[in-house]
């Protein structure tokens, strides 16, 4: 169906020509409420080509060796021209407010808006920054505290900060060190670009 995109996992790259993985792409965005929206104007001209798909299979693999499971999403990010356009970031392990624990898949495209979740107002004098649980570095250290934040939030996993992120309860996603890959980033980025951040 999509033998012309690209598809680049932590793991390794994903062969997208298999019957296999044809036949998950079609059943999974056929799924819910995907297919109700129409692309946005500005995407709507590019072709399979123009895409790199990152892929995280299991992010925050530490904090799920750990039993953190709430702290452990999968990542698919939506890239063209090198911009973060779209993103997916499912909570296998979510628990709901009542203590229920079930999935859950936030969603969003730049041009279309973010899906899947309740954002909270964010306070205008507030400066709350999630960082690393357990790669703290002095450079990170460092670009905190220059940052002069209200509070910080240590939590593992890329997917579960940038889901702080998007749904207001921190104002920004601060680890300045090398190691973080586009497979970590693109989908929180793709979402919160469509929140308008």
């Known amino acids: 169906h999509f033998p012309g995109m690209k598809v680049i996992g932590e793991e390794d790259d994903v062969d997208m020509t298999t019957d296999e993985a044809k036949a998950s792409v079609v059943r999974d965005v056929t799924r819910g409420d995907v297919t109700r929206h129409t692309c946005p104007k500005e995407l709507s001209g590019l072709t399979e080509q123009d895409f790199v798909v990152w892929v995280d299979p299991l992010d925050g693999t530490k904090e799920y ?3 953190r499971k709430q702290d452990v999403t999968v990542l698919i990010g939506i890239a063209a021209a090198g911009e973060a356009i779209g993103g997916v970031i499912h909570q296998p392990w979510y628990l709901t407010p009542e203590g229920k624990e079930c999935g859950r898949t936030l969603w969003g495209v730049v041009g279309l808006g973010g899906f899947g979740f309740n954002r909270v107002p964010v306070p205008e004098d507030r400066k709350i920054i999630t960082t690393t649980r357990s790669h703290m570095q002095q450079s990170v250290a460092d670009a905190i505290a220059a940052c002069e934040p209200t509070s910080v939030i240590n939590i593992g996993g890329s997917g579960s900060k940038c889901i702080l992120v998007i749904e207001g309860t921190a ?6 060190s090398p190691g973080t890959k586009k497979w970590d980033t693109c989908a929180g980025e793709a979402i919160i670009k469509a929140l308008g951040g």
Not at 171 to 176: E, G, S
Request: hydrophobic share 45%; aromatic share 22%.
């Open 65 to 67: 060796t750990e039993g």
């Open 171 to 176: 104002d920004a996603y601060l680890f300045a």
